[in-house]
């Protein structure tokens, strides 16, 4: 049974157990590694953001473990044990009641057989990523690293392998910086519904298996009837989270950290963050290169993540949009985004100083489906061409112009920010800029001149007089001019095959 390091037994009878259990680790000062970073606001702002990550721009997801068994889409573990829903009905004619056959049950389903971290790392590098991250646990409180302190985890069950390990030495291997996320603050409350039972049919009131004490370790005890939030109100699990992320942390010393909510628990929380940061410089000679995501704004403690939206500008804090090929997990007959539609949001996001960090759906088994592999190919193809304009950019005066840019019905995206899907028209520019260079990047194939009015002679940014304009990839002339209104290039020849197409302007020096 997994139980929290600072629980101490007491004989106390009914209630009286629970109240102390509660306060006294509401009460424990909790083990922080030591260094710069104290668990306040004021101490954390010291952050500072590494370079490899401003520079990284485009990372790669596996949003992947046992939930992907049944290949039916996202919160499984939830929603099987919701009566009437599309997964409890699956999950009803596949496996039975959850009362006997439960979540539990799918976990040593997962296998793994066709996973190959290092042939799946290649791919990720050639298409462009410049870091990875692994799932370390999902709502479902199944650990994919090697714990010592829960036994639901990838080394004792399921596949028997340290996913996070191997994935973590694949990265290396690659040379790509490697993240892990965490989504265990959820889960508390995330998994109440494993604690209830039919409502109707034959199996009216009997208790799903979650109410089965001998698995309270996986499916947590039942909470208190006010405690319905995303994030839970109870002390006790606070600190149990707080300790199953610093034993991740602890362990794997990973460059990047993401939570799926804002910063849990408040000064559990920055505790948690300040044990992060000072594990890292401990483990890098002093240097801090760790990168920390929630959702919520950052005022400079960490790296903003917008789940499935982008923000509306330029922020003056290099942050993150998180996003999914498909759905998040493996789903049979989904429909998935094109490589075009990746690229697109891609620029979009680094010409407002974030990263775009895409899952790419993996099937049960581990390995990708022909598709997927499609859409990976297609960005393969457009990075090594205009990477120059990705990697290693910082935003321009402006992050764009077009029709496209923000308008106030704009449909918003799930967490925050705006959707981060766009029908992007030819007119529509982003803008990224490294050295005397800025890069133009037009949204979608030209079907005429390009016009870029933000580059005109009479526009209130265009300081600098032009010395040149080139395509990338291309080695071949441009014709172009400079008017009062707009930088006109004249439509290339030979435009890529690719719908975003990427130009070099040059300023006099």
């Not at 952050?47 to 490899?52: A, V």
């Not at 199953?244 to 460059?255: G, N």
């Not at 598709?371 to 290693?392: K, M, R, S």
Request: glycine share 8%; charged share 20%; hydrophobic share 35%.
């Amino acid at each position: 049974m997994k139980k929290h390091p600072l629980f101490k037994p007491v004989l106390l009878c009914g209630s009286l157990i629970v109240a102390f259990t509660i306060n006294t680790l509401a009460q424990e000062p909790l083990s922080i590694n030591s260094g710069k970073f104290k668990p306040t606001d004021e101490s954390l702002k010291q952050y500072q953001y590494p370079g490899w990550f401003r520079d990284a721009k485009l990372g790669f997801w596996a949003h992947w473990g046992p939930q992907a068994v049944p290949r039916q889409g996202d919160w499984y573990a939830k929603n099987l044990y919701i009566q009437g829903s599309h997964q409890n009905k699956y999950h009803v004619e596949h496996y039975g009641t959850p009362s006997k056959f439960g979540y539990k049950d799918i976990i040593p389903l997962w296998k793994a057989e066709k996973w190959d971290p290092e042939k799946l790392m290649a791919l990720y590098k050639k298409a462009g990523a410049k870091y990875f991250v692994s799932m370390g646990s999902h709502h479902d409180n199944f650990f994919l690293w090697d714990s010592k302190i829960h036994r639901w985890n990838a080394v004792k069950m399921g596949p028997h392998k340290d996913v996070v390990g191997l994935w973590q030495k694949a990265a290396k291997n690659q040379g790509l910086k490697f993240g892990v996320s965490e989504h265990l603050a959820a889960s508390y409350t995330w998994y109440q519904s494993a604690h209830s039972a039919d409502t109707g049919g034959m199996y009216k009131g009997v208790p799903y298996d979650g109410n089965d004490p001998q698995y309270a370790d996986l499916y947590h005890t039942k909470a208190a009837p006010d405690d319905k939030g995303w994030l839970t109100t109870n002390p006790e699990w606070m600190k149990e989270w707080y300790a199953d992320v610093k034993e991740l942390v602890d362990t794997y010393h990973p460059d990047l950290l993401y939570s799926d909510s804002k910063l849990p628990f408040d000064e559990i929380g920055r505790s948690m963050l300040a044990n992060f940061y000072n594990g890292n410089m401990a483990f890098h000679n002093g240097k801090l290169d760790a990168v920390y995501n929630c959702k919520e704004p950052s005022s400079g403690k960490w790296a903003q993540d917008v789940e499935r939206g982008v923000l509306d500008s330029i922020s003056p804090f290099p942050w993150q949009t998180d996003t999914s090929i498909g759905d998040w997990y493996y789903r049979t007959g989904q429909k998935y985004r094109t490589g075009n539609e990746v690229i697109q949001m891609l620029v979009d996001i680094v010409s407002k100083n974030g990263n775009l960090l895409i899952n790419i759906v993996q099937t049960p088994e581990g390995d990708l489906e022909p598709d997927v592999l499609n859409i990976v190919q297609q960005i393969a193809d457009w990075t090594p061409v205009n990477g120059e304009g990705i990697y290693g950019t910082r935003p321009w005066k402006i992050y764009g112009e077009g029709p496209s840019t923000i308008k106030a019905n704009q449909k918003k995206g799930h967490f925050g920010g705006l959707s981060d899907v766009s029908a992007y028209q030819p007119t529509d520019i982003r803008f990224t800029t490294k050295g005397n260079d800025l890069y133009a990047f037009c949204m979608a194939t030209p079907v005429s001149d390009i016009s870029i009015k933000s580059l005109g002679k009479s526009a209130k940014y265009a300081d600098k007089a032009i010395a040149s304009v080139t395509m990338l990839g291309s080695t071949k002339k441009l014709d172009w001019k400079q008017t009062d209104d707009a930088l006109v290039i004249t439509k290339p020849a030979d435009l890529p095959a690719w719908q975003v197409t990427g130009f070099k302007v040059s300023f006099k020096k």
